[in-house]
T-cell receptor, first 117, second 113 residues
Framework: DVKVTQSSRYLVKRTGEKVFLECVQDMDHENMFWYRQDPGLGLRLIYFSYDVKMKEKGDIPEGYSVSREKKERFSLILESASTNQTSMYLCASSLSPPGGAFSYEQYFGPGTRLTVT | GEDVEQSLFLSVREGDSSVINCTYT??????LYWYKQEPGAGLQLLTYIFSNMDMKQDQRLTVLLNKKDKHLSLRIADTQTGDSAIYFCAESFALSNDYKLSFGAGTTVTVRA
C-alpha cells in the first residue's frame, strides 16, 4: 500500500518564524512535489524535485525553499513565515519512468494545515 | 498555456447523476486525470483518460473527452453521500519530461438527501 506521510496535520506558527514541513514517501519514487491549496485557487505548485539534491521552482516559489537530502524525504521550508502563507500544504510523489498514465500519477499525503498568526 | 478551469460548486440529489465539467487549453496534453479529495484528506486518483480516447467507463464513473473543444467531463451515476468531495481535473503534457500536473481549482460536490 503506497504511502505519503506529512509530519503534522495542523500547525500554528507566528509571523517571522522559520517553519519546516516534512514529507516522507515509502514507494521509492523519484519525483516529489509541494503544493499549496487555497479555496477557489486549487493546487498551486511551489517546488518539485526529480532526484536527490535536485529541485526546481514551481509556479509560486517566493518565500519558500526546499531540501531533498534523501530520496524518500522532501522538506518545505518557510524562511520567515507570513500571514499570507496560511494555507493547506500538500506533498505528493510520483515515479519517473515514462510510458503510461500511471507514470504521471501523483500520490498525495493528507496535508498540513498551517496557520500563521 | 497551462490553464485548467472548472466550476466551483455542484449540488446534486442522492441517486441522481452528477456531471462535473473541465476545460483545458493546452492541445499537447497527453493524459487527463480526475482526482477526488474527501474532507480532511489528500487527493486520490479516481480515473484518467489518454488524449486519443473520447470515452472511458469505470463502474459508476464515465469520463468524456472532447478534444476539439478541449472539454473533459466526469459523470458519476447514482450519486451517493460518500461522493461528497472536491473533484479536481488535471492534465500532463507530452512535451514535458518533468512529470508535472496542472490542476484545476476543484469542484465541490455536495450530495443532498
Amino acid at each position: 500500500d503506497v504511502k505519503v506521510t506529512q509530519s503534522s496535520r495542523y500547525l500554528v506558527k507566528r509571523t517571522g518564524e522559520k517553519v519546516f514541513l516534512e514529507c516522507v514517501q515509502d514507494m521509492d519514487h523519484e519525483n516529489m512535489f509541494w503544493y499549496r491549496q487555497d479555496p477557489g485557487l486549487g493546487l498551486r505548485l511551489i517546488y518539485f524535485s526529480y532526484d536527490v539534491k535536485m529541485k526546481e521552482k514551481g509556479d509560486i516559489p517566493e518565500g519558500y525553499s526546499v531540501s531533498r537530502e534523501k530520496k524518500e524525504r522532501f522538506s518545505l521550508i518557510l524562511e520567515s513565515a507570513s500571514t499570507n502563507q496560511t494555507s493547506m500544504y500538500l506533498c505528493a510523489s510520483s515515479l519517473s519512468p515514462p510510458g503510461g498514465a500511471f507514470s504521471y500519477e501523483q500520490y498525495f499525503g493528507p496535508g498540513t494545515r498551517l496557520t500563521v498568526t | 498555456g497551462e490553464d485548467v478551469e472548472q466550476s466551483l460548486f455542484l449540488s446534486v440529489r442522492e441517486g441522481d447523476s452528477s456531471v462535473i465539467n473541465c476545460t483545458y487549453t493546452d492541445s499537447s496534453s497527453t493524459y487527463l486525470y480526475w482526482y477526488k479529495q474527501e474532507p480532511g484528506a489528500g487527493l486520490q486518483l479516481l480515473t484518467y483518460i489518454f488524449s486519443n480516447m473520447d470515452m472511458k467507463q469505470d463502474q459508476r464513473l464515465t469520463v468524456l473527452l472532447n478534444k476539439k473543444d478541449k472539454h473533459l467531463s466526469l459523470r458519476i451515476a447514482d450519486t451517493q453521500t460518500g461522493d461528497s468531495a472536491i473533484y479536481f481535473c488535471a492534465e500532463s503534457f507530452a512535451l514535458s519530461n518533468d512529470y508535472k500536473l496542472s490542476f484545476g481549482a476543484g469542484t465541490t460536490v455536495t450530495v443532498r438527501a
